[in-house]
């Protein structure tokens, strides 16, 4: 059987679908998916909100990931830049 991929505006209809509705497998029996795949990506919407539903290979993060990893990137770059200014000082003392 060949696996389906589903649009991130389909995943976020039915998600929104299955809290307005009584009956999740209805619904999932209605979308043509199965009511597991429903629970799935109403975990994933709860957990990363409008982050969910990416796509392969890019990864989900909430909001505070986010946040943490650009201020890692940019306290990285800070680094680098304080070290270019040791590193020639110590060429010229070298030299």
Known sequence: MERKNYS?????????????????????KE????STLLSKWRKEFVEYGSASFQGRGIERLTDE????????KALKNKELELEKPNEAMVRAKLA
């Open 65 to 72: 990931q986010r946040k943490i990893k650009d201020l890692e």
């Open 31 to 34: 979308l043509g998916i199965s």
């Open 8 to 28: 991130k505006k389909f995943k976020e209809n039915a998600v929104k679908l299955s809290y307005e509705r009584s009956s999740q497998s209805a619904l999932a």
